[in-house]
C-alpha cells in the first residue's frame, strides 16, 4: 500500500539506488515495511527509488509531519536505525567517486602517513596538549553552556535507565563486519603498492575495499568526535614487512575484531562519520562539546554522589584489570611461544629417537618384527606430526585471547581521559549553587553518558571475554582430542597381525 | 585314587609340609592331579606330606621308574615343571631356616657389601681376568672335551628346531613374580637396618621376603652357571639414599622387571640355583664348561656357515641397538624432565594468570560478571591441574620405557662375551680336522645354545617392547583424556546460568 510521507530532513543520495530528498519534500512511501532500514518510495520529481526510513514519516500518521530543529533535543526520539550510519563506510564505495565530495581515494595525500593525516585534521585530539582533558574534550565547555550546534532527530542519542544502571539503548540494527580478501594494489602506475581489505557487513553480504589509512582516517574521527567513548585503537602499524602474509593475516584479524567493536557499539555504529563522506566528515560540527547535546538522558536525574563512587569503583577496576591483563598477555604469548618452538621440539625429539629405535630393530627382520618395527616407527611420525600440532595450536586459542587482551588493553588507555571528563564536571558542579539547576542537569548528561559508556564495556567485556575463553577452550578440547587420535591411530599399530 | 610310585632323585625337604625322598624309594601318591607342580602323598616312614611331582613317577605307567645319570644325556627328557626352580627364592623362605644350608641370611656377613659378596663366591665371573671370554667362560674347556660333571635329567636343557631356527624348548610352567611392600627391618638391635621385599610368585601367590642383596647373590649364582646365556643386570645400586622413597619404588619395580625377566627364560626360570640352598648352590657342579653338558641339542646339527652368518648378524644388530636405544634414553628422560618441570610451569603459569584475570574481574561484582569471574578463576585452576598432570605422566609412561631400555642395555652388554665364546668355539673347530666328530658335536651344542639365546632374546624384545609401547600410548590417551576431561569441565563453567 503506498502512504503519504512528509521528509523529516535532506538526504543526499550517495550511492546507486538511492534517491536525494530534502526537508519538508513529499513522497511516495510503497510499503511501511523497512527494507534492512531503507524504504521504498519514489519523490516528486518521479524517480523511483530507496531512502533510509527515518528520512520521511508516513503523513498517514498522527505524529507531525516535520520536526524543529533544536539544539538541545527534548523528545526521546527513536534513534535512527544502524543502516543509516553504514553505507559509507562498509556499504558504499571509497573508490567509485559519485562528485568532489566523496572521491576519498584522492582525497589522501598518499605521501603523508596516515596517522599524520589523521592527527592533523582532528580538530580536538586526546593528549596533544597541556590542557586537562577536561577542558580538551570539551567537557567543560559543554557544562559552562558554551556548546552550539545544530542537532537534528537522528543525531540523538538515548541513556535509558536499566536494571544496572544508565544505559546506551540498544542498537536495534545490530550488525557486525568480515573482513577477508587482503590484496596488494597499486597506483600511480606500479609506483605506489598498498594493500586492500575486502569489508563484508552482515546486513548486506557485500563486500567493499577499505585500506588501512581509511580504518585510521574513522579512528580519528570517533576519537575527536566522542568525550566520553571509548574508540579502541586500531591494531599497531608496522613500518617493514607491511606485505608479509604474517602481517597481513594479523592485521586483517585485528581490524575485523576492530570493526567489531565498532559496530557492536551502540552509539558509534550510528555515528556519521560511517555516512558522510571524507569532507563533510570533517566539517562536522557535533564534535567534541557539541556531542553532549546529542545526548538524551532518562527521566530522573542521577545521585551524583552515586556517579562518583561508581565511576572511583570503575577507575580501581581499570587500573587493576589493567596489570593484570599485561600478566596474561605476557603468560600466554610466552606460552604460545613454548608450544611454537619448546614442545614442538620435544614432542619431535621423542618421534625422531622413536624411529632411530625403529631403525635398529628393522636389522632384524623376522617375521615376527617386522610388524613391530613398524608400529614403532609409525609413533615416531605420530609425536612429530604431534609436535606441529602443538606449533600450530597457540595461532588457533592463545592469539585470538592475545588479539582481544590488546584490544582491552586500548579501551583501557582511553578510560582515564573519559574519568577525568566526568571528574572534571563533577568537581565543577560541586563549587556552583544548587540554583545553577542548567549546569546541574549538564553534569547529569556527562554522567548518564559516562556511566552507559561503562556499563557498556562492563557488559562487551563480560560477552567478549566468555566467548573467548569459551572459544579457547573448545580450540584446546580439539587440540587434545586430534593428539590422542593421532595416538589411538599409533596404538593401533601394535596389534597383533 | 592312591597310587604307587618310585623316586627318580633324591629330594631334600627344605619347608614344613615337604618330605625329604631318595632315589628309587617307593611312595603313596594320593592323586596323580599335582597341585602347582606339588604332589600329595606318603613315604614308607608314614610321613604324610607333599613332594615336587617329578621327583616320582607312577609306578603304575610303562616307563622306567628310574632312570641312570649320565655325564652326557642321550634321551629327549621333559624339562622338570617350573615349580621345582621356585620353591627356594620365590617360595621358601630365606629367613626361617630349617638347617644350616638353609638359612641364607645368617650365610652373609653383612659388614660387607653384597656385591664383593657375590663376586668372591662365584667362582667364574665375567671380565675378571686377561683370558679371553671363550676361556673364561668354560666354552673352549667343554669343546675340548674337559667338562665333566654329574648330570640328572631334571637338569637336562632341550633345544629345539623352530620356525625361525633353534630355540629354547619353552617352559611348560611359566610364571611371573610382583614385588611389593618394601619395608625397612632391622637386626642386631636395631644397630642394622635393610630393606625387604615382599615377592609373590603367580603359581603360589603366597609372598617372601627378599633383600637386595639376595637377588645380588642370584645375579652372580647364574652369571657364573651360563656361559651363553643373558642374565641382566640388576637394577643399579645406590651408596646414598637407600631408605628414600623415590629410590626405593625405583628399586622395587627394576626387581620385578629383573625378576620377570628371569622367570620368563626357559633355562634361567628352571635354574637349580633358585632352589638349593645358599651353600649347596654355592657347591653346584654344573657351571661354566659343565653347563654345557645339560645342553640336549636338535637331531639334525647346524650348519656352522650359517650359524656364522646369523652370529655375525646379530652382533651387528645388537652395536646398533646399543647405541640406539642410548639416543632413546636419553630423549624420553629429557623428556620426562621437560614435562615435570618445564611443561607444568607453563600450564601452571597459564594457570594463575587466567586466576589473576578472574581477581581483576571479580572487583566488577555486578549480577551478570560473577558467573564468567567463577569460570575463568576454574579455567585457572584446570590449567594448575594440567600441570600437574604434565608432572605426574612421565613416571607412568616414560619412566616404563627406561626401565626396559635399561634393561635391555643389560643384555647387550653381555652379548659381546656370548659371541665371544661361540666365535671361539667356531674357530677352534675350523683348525680341527674333520674326522674330530665329538669336537663338532660340542661345538654344534655351543652353536644351538648360542643360536637359542639369540632368538629367546629377539622373542623377548619384540614381546617386550610391543607391550611396552603399547602400555605407554596407553597412558598417554589416557593422559589426554584425562585433560579433556578437565577442560570440558571448566568450558561448562562459562555456560550462561
Known sequence: MALKARVLYDFHSENPGEISVRENELVTVFSEEELEGWLEGKNSRGRLASSPRPTWRSSGTTS?????????????????????????????????????????????????????????TATVGRNLNRFSTFVKSGGEAFLLGEANALVRDGDMMCVVMGKHGPE??????????????????????????????GLTPSHTNVQVNRRYKHFDWLYARLVERFPVISVPHLPEKQATGRFEEDFISKRRKGLMWWMNHMTSHPV?????????????????ELVGANFFLTINPPDVPLDLQDVESKVEGFKTFTKRMDENIIVVNTTINEFGRKQMIGFKKEYQKVGQSFKVLAQAFEMDQ????????????????AYETIGEYFADQPRHDLDPISDLLDIYKGHLANYPDIIDVQKGALTKVK???????????????????????IQHFHRTRVRDFRLQMQHHLQQQISFFQKITAKLEDALHRYDEQ
Not at 168 to 190: L, R
Open 64 to 120: 507531525p509531519p516535520t520536526r524543529p530543529i533544536t539544539t538541545r533535543p527534548i523528545t526521546t526520539a527513536s534513534p535512527r536505525p544502524n543502516p543509516l550510519a553504514i553505507p559509507h563506510f562498509c556499504g558504499g564505495s571509497f573508490h567509485t567517486s559519485q562528485g568532489s565530495d566523496d572521491d576519498w581515494d584522492d582525497d589522501w595525500d598518499d605521501t603523508l602517513p596516515a596517522t599524520q593525516q589523521a592527527k592533523s
Open 366 to 381: 623376522q617375521a615376527y618384527s617386522v610388524g613391530l618395527n613398524k608400529a614403532i616407527a609409525y609413533t615416531g611420525e
Open 431 to 453: 563549587d556552583c549553587p544548587q540554583q545553577e539547576s542548567d549546569l546541574h542537569e549538564r553534569c547529569n548528561i556527562i554522567s548518564c553518558a559516562t556511566l552507559a559508556e
Open 268 to 284: 558509534l555504529a550510528r555515528c556519521d562519520s560511517w555516512k558522510l563522506g571524507k569532507r563533510k566528515a570533517e566539517r562536522d
Open 168 to 197: 546506551w539503548q540498544e542498537d536495534p540494527y545490530p550488525f557486525t563486519c568480515t573482513i577477508d580478501d587482503p590484496t596488494k594494489q597499486t597506483k600511480f602506475k606500479g609506483m605506489k603498492s598498498y594493500m586492500s581489505y
